[in-house]
Structures are given as C-alpha cells and as structure tokens.
C-alpha cells in the first residue's frame, strides 16, 4: 500500500463539475394535472356530469317551458344553474386530491417548487372551466333552434357576444372561489361545505342584513362578491361597479388565495 501526498492529490485530474438538472417544463406540468383530472372515477364523472346536466337542463326547456320561453337566454340560464355549482367543484377536488389521496408526497417531491404545482392546477382549472362553458353555451344553441323549430317558432338569439364574455368570466370567478376554498382547505370535504356556506348562506345573511341596517345596504356591493359578481350576468358595468368588483374579489379571493399559498408552502405533506 503506498501513501497518498498532497502532491499525488494536485497531481489528480480534477472531476467534472457535476450540473443541475433542467426543471421539469411548465408545460409538462399543465399535461400532467390535466390528465389527474381525467384519471380517478370521481374526476371523470364529474367532468362528465357537466355536459349531462347541460343536455338535461336543455331538454327540460323544450319539453316543459311554454312557446314563449323559446329563447337562448333561457337555455343559457338552466344550463348555467348546475354549471355554476360543478365547476367550482371540480377546482376544489384538483386541488385536493394531493391530500385526500395522499399523492402530494409523490407530487411534490418531483416537483419541490410547490408554487409550480398549484399554478399549474390552475391554469389547467381555469382552461377546462372555459371549455366546459362553451361546451354548455353550444349545446344551449342547439337546443334553442332544435326547440324553436318544435314550438314553431322563431329562433331567438337575445344573447349578446359581450354578455356570453361577461357570462364566463363570472363563471370563471366562481370556479376560482373554489380553487380559493381548496387551497385553503386542502380537503375536500370541508372545501365543498365551505363553498355551500359562501354561495348560499353568506347571500342570505348579507340579504337579510341589508333589508335591516342600511350602512351594510351602502356598503354591500364593495364587500359582499357574490353581489358583485351578479352584475356581471346582465352583460354590462360600469366603472363603479367594476371597481367594487375588484376590491370584494381582493377581499374573497385574492387574500384568502395568498394565505392558503403560504400554508401550502410551508405545510408538511404527509
């Protein structure tokens, strides 16, 4: 055995640097959580049911709305009412899943940078969410002249371009209430009770409040979003109101978005 010196170790070829890995592609992340949405049981027939209950909302216009009620704008609200309750359901559970099914240690192992992740949820959220509208929207078209042409008459178009724009983006806002609530939450049950109280009960309470005190009656289309994004439906707004829809999404969506990220990151997955 002879003895290594210090000239035999300067005298040695120095090992190539080694280099870091390229992140993994945002693009291949959007691939990956657009499949996770399609791959369990609870995914796919809930993105199934969307377009169903858009087909049974269109048929029950037709066979049970008089002659009169032959209109898009008709169809468009019957298919709008489930859509507005799936949609946000289906963020919920994109975001939940990493923990209810215990794959966010996989996930997020793969992909240390948490933030990536949860963009990418979102981006994917946001662009099925639009599809599926249009989706709806299509098939409230057909069912209108399908049902026009049974009741004999005329086939009425009342929807405009910008109110079928302002008609997603309200849409849009809702889904991104329930992405909101599961990235917050981060389970799926309470995330969905949680989206019941704010679409349902929290409207009721800030109704009733403002039948009785009139400060909140003044102050209710700044602060109560589910007001504000009802003016949307009627497909035009104002600079005010634009405004007191920016400050309640900043209220109910933005802040509570930005503290659910931070819990995220510093959350420890089990």
Request: proline share 4%; hydrophobic share 55%; net charge neutral.
């Amino acid at each position: 055995m002879t003895a290594t010196t210090v000239e035999d170790l300067d005298r040695a070829p120095a090992r190539a640097a080694r280099t870091a890995p390229a992140p993994i592609p945002f693009s291949r992340l959007m691939t990956v959580e657009l499949v996770k949405m399609f791959n369990t049981r609870a995914g796919f027939w809930l993105i199934m049911s969307m377009a169903g209950t858009a087909l049974i909302a269109t048929a029950s216009v037709i066979l049970f709305a008089p002659d009169s009620a032959m209109t898009y704008d008709n169809f468009g609200a019957a298919i709008g009412v489930p859509m507005t309750l799936l949609l946000p359901v289906m963020a919920i559970l994109s975001v939940t899943s990493e923990w209810s099914q215990r794959s966010g240690l996989t996930t997020f192992t793969l992909v240390p940078h948490r933030g990536r992740v949860i963009r990418a949820k979102m981006v994917v959220a946001i662009a099925i969410g639009a599809v599926s509208i249009g989706v709806a929207l299509a098939i409230g078209a057909l069912g209108n002249i399908v049902g026009s042409a049974i009741a004999g008459v005329d086939t009425v178009w009342d929807i405009s371009a910008n109110q079928i724009t302002m008609l997603v983006l309200a849409n849009v806002l809702n889904l991104l209430i329930g992405f909101m609530l599961g990235v917050l939450i981060r389970n799926s049950p309470g995330a969905i009770v949680g989206f019941v109280v704010y679409s349902f009960v929290l409207p009721t309470l800030s109704m009733v409040l403002g039948n009785f005190q009139q400060w909140w009656e003044d102050l209710r289309p700044w602060l109560d979003f589910n007001w504000a994004q009802g003016e949307l439906y009627d497909g035009q707004l104002t600079s005010t109101q634009w405004a007191q829809l920016g400050t309640a999404g900043l209220i109910w969506l933005v802040v509570p978005l930005a503290v659910g990220l931070v819990m995220v990151m510093r959350s420890e997955v089990k």
